[in-house]
């Protein structure tokens, strides 16, 4: 049996296999996070494996995707891993859409297209908040 040398667990939702390659190259190669990723094409996918598996540390979550999008996702999640961090990915950024998405339930927000700095931002604010609760950014 291996053990788990990764640091953290992402889980991506992401139904665009171009964006969810990015994300990945960003998080292992440009920003060097140490991290296991996992892939959910869909938000019903991102709820069933946050469901299975709990050492999941943060959700990047996209707001439009087949089957179930990342507002009915986030939701669902919620109810099952309150604490887990979950960050919106969208194209759209007006302050609207910042509220809605903070309405309902993510802990942060990316804009579309994310960049290295801006990912790394979103990832330091949860890991902070996480430690300002007395909590672990690993569950």
């Known amino acids: 049996m291996q053990e788990n040398t990764h640091k953290y667990t992402i889980l991506i939702a992401e139904d665009e296999a171009i964006n969810f390659l990015f994300l990945e190259i960003l998080l292992k190669k440009q920003i060097d996070l140490g991290c296991a990723i996992i892939h959910a094409k869909n938000g019903a996918e991102a709820v069933e494996i946050c469901k299975k598996n709990d050492d999941i540390n943060l959700v990047l979550m996209d707001l439009k995707m087949p089957v179930m999008d990342g507002f009915e996702a ?3 999640i919620k109810e099952i891993r ?5 960050v919106a990915q969208t194209a759209f950024s007006s302050i609207e859409d910042k509220e809605k998405v903070f309405a309902a339930g993510f802990n942060d927000f990316l804009s579309k297209p994310i960049n290295k700095e801006a990912l790394l931002d979103v990832i330091n604010r949860q890991k902070e908040q996480k430690i300002n609760k007395n909590l672990n950014f690993i569950n």
Do not use: H, S
Not at 82 to 86: A, E, G, W
């Open 74 to 76: 986030v939701k669902l």
């Open 82 to 86: 309150p604490k887990l961090p979950i």
